[in-house]
């Protein structure tokens, strides 16, 4: 996946399986998948994993922050 910010726009631009998504930032949103343990944006219905860099360029930019720490079990 690739994901491109246009700041001046306000978008999100993602890239995958070759089909191009344009968000508004405002509407996306980063969560944590329980299972998978990683960050996750909700695209298509479906929740998609995406790298902790990817998470955190997309918060900085202005997508609501929504992922919360797992605990591991010891």
Do not use: Y
């Amino acid at each position: 996946m690739n994901i491109q910010i246009d700041e001046q726009a306000g978008t999100c631009i993602l890239e995958i399986d070759q089909q191009r998504e344009v968000v508004p930032l405002d509407q996306m949103r980063v969560t944590t998948d329980r299972e998978k343990r990683t960050s996750v944006i909700e695209l298509r219905g479906q929740l998609t994993p995406i790298s902790e860099p990817d998470a955190e360029m997309l918060v900085a930019a202005g997508a609501e922050d929504d992922r919360f720490n797992l605990i591991a079990d010891s």
